[in-house]
C-alpha cells in the first residue's frame, strides 16, 4: 500500500477523526485509526464503539490499495511537525514508512482485520438540514447536557422533528437549551417511537467535522442508532437509551415580565459579576429596576461586588438569583451585537431567555439562602 497526500489536509483529517479515539480503553486496538486506500481516495476511520466516524479523502495519489492501522496520537505528532507540503506513506510488511521532505519515520503496524468498521451512509430515507445551520444548533445546546449524571438520557441531545421543523434539545435538570430551525427529507419522514437521543461526544463530532464549505447534513435515524452524513464525514453513534424529560412543561408558558437585553453588555456584566464567588456562594442576585439591572455578589472567602447596566425597562422591581456560569454558557454562544428576551415570573420562578432565531434557554434560580 502506498500513497501521497497533501500534508495540511492530511493532519486535519487525523485530528478530527481523533476526536473518537478513546485516550483510556481496555481494547488497545481502538488507540488506532484504520486507514482505507482506494483509487484515487482515502478513508479514515475511527471509533470507541459508541461513536464512530469515517473521513473520506479525495484526489489522493494511490499507487497501490489496501488497509493499515495507524497509531494515532503518534501519527497527529508526525503530521503537526511536518513542514513540506506532501507527505508519503508505504506499508512494507507489518510497518508502516512516513516521509516528507528531509524527515522519514518508520513504526510498527497492527493487524486492521481485527478493527470495528464504519459502514458508508446508505440510508434512503433522512433529514437534510443545513450544514451552517446544524452546526450553530449543536453549539447552543451541546453545553446544557450532563455527561455524568446516572439519568444517561441527560448525558444527549433530543432531535425531535414535526413537518419542516426540526428541533435540538439537551438539560441537566437546571436549566435547558432549545433550538429550532427549518428542515426537509428525502424519502419518507422518520417515525420513531420516540424522539432519538444523540450522545453529547457524536453532536461534538458532527460539530467539529463540518467545514466552511459543506452545504447539508443529511440525519437517518434507525432503531437503535444514527448515521450523519456532512461533507467529508459519515458519523455514526448509538442512541441513548432512557427516557428524555418532558421538556414542554420546563418552558415557561407566561411572564410577568418582559425585557430586551443586547448580549455584549449584559454578558459584560455576568462576567465581572462571577469573579466574586466561589464553590459555597456560587449565586449573583440580579436585581431588576426602573432603567437598571444591577448584579450583587457575595462571598465570605472573597468579598463582594456589584456591577450595573443601564437597560430599557420601566416595570416593577423583581430580583432573582441565578448560578452566572449558566448565564454565561448561554450568552458565550451568541453574536456580541444580538438582542435577547428575558421572561420572569418572579424571583423563585424559571426563567426564559429567548432570541428571534428559535433559540430558547430555560434557567432555574437558586435559593435565595444561597
Known amino acids: 500500500m502506498k500513497l501521497t497526500c497533501n500534508c495540511a489536509i492530511l493532519a486535519n483529517a487525523f485530528q478530527t477523526v481523533s476526536g473518537v479515539v478513546p485516550s483510556r480503553t481496555p481494547k488497545e486496538i481502538l488507540k488506532n485509526v484504520k486507514l482505507e486506500v482506494f483509487e484515487n481516495s482515502i478513508a479514515l476511520i475511527g471509533t470507541d464503539q459508541e461513536v ?41 510488511g507489518d510497518t508502516v514508512r512516513i516521509k516528507s521532505g528531509h524527515s522519514e519515520f518508520e513504526l510498527p503496524l497492527e493487524d486492521p482485520a481485527e478493527f470495528p468498521s464504519i459502514s458508508e451512509f446508505d440510508a434512503e430515507n433522512y433529514i437534510i438540514v443545513e450544514a ?67 450522545p453529547a461526544k457524536a453532536m461534538s463530532m458532527i460539530e467539529r467535522s463540518l467545514s466552511d464549505d459543506d452545504k447539508e447534513v443529511h440525519i437517518a435515524i434507525r432503531d437503535n442508532d444514527i448515521l450523519i452524513r456532512s461533507g467529508h464525514s459519515t458519523i455514526y453513534s448509538r442512541l441513548v437509551e432512557g427516557r428524555f424529560p418532558k421538556y414542554d412543561a420546563v418552558i415557561p408558558k407566561q411572564s ?19 469573579i466574586v464567588t466561589d464553590q459555597e456562594s456560587r449565586g449573583v442576585n440580579f436585581n431588576f429596576a426602573p432603567g437598571l439591572l444591577s448584579l450583587d455578589s457575595r462571598a465570605s472567602t472573597v468579598g463582594q461586588s456589584r456591577v450595573e447596566v443601564p437597560i430599557s425597562y420601566d416595570g416593577p422591581e423583581i430580583s432573582i438569583t441565578f448560578d452566572p456560569r449558566f448565564v454565561a454558557e448561554f450568552l458565550r454562544v451568541l453574536e456580541p451585537e444580538k438582542q435577547i428576551t428575558l421572561e420572569l415570573t418572579d424571583g423563585e420562578s424559571a426563567a426564559a431567555l429567548k432570541t428571534d432565531d428559535g433559540y430558547i434557554y430555560v434557567i432555574m434560580p437558586l435559593s435565595r439562602d444561597r
Open 132 to 198: 451552517a445551520t446544524i452546526r450553530q444548533m449543536i453549539r447552543r445546546t451541546i453545553f446544557a447536557t450532563d455527561t455524568e449524571s446516572t439519568r444517561y438520557a441527560l448525558g444527549g441531545i433530543l432531535v425531535e422533528t414535526e413537518g419542516e421543523s426540526i428541533k435540538l434539545v439537551a438539560t441537566d435538570s437546571r436549566r435547558l437549551a432549545l433550538m429550532s430551525a427549518s428542515c426537509s427529507y428525502k424519502g419518507e419522514p422518520p417515525t420513531p417511537e420516540s424522539p432519538p437521543v444523540i
Open 52 to 92: 464512530g466516524i469515517r473521513y473520506v479523502i479525495q484526489d489522493v495519489d494511490t499507487a497501490e490499495a489496501g488497509e493499515l492501522l495507524l497509531p494515532a496520537s503518534r501519527i497527529i505528532a508526525i503530521l503537526r511537525e511536518l513542514r513540506d507540503e506532501t507527505v508519503m506513506l508505504e506499508s512494507t
Open 256 to 274: 410577568e415580565v418582559s425585557l430586551q437585553l443586547v448580549v455584549d453588555p449584559f454578558y459584560s456584566a455576568v462576567r465581572q459579576a462571577q
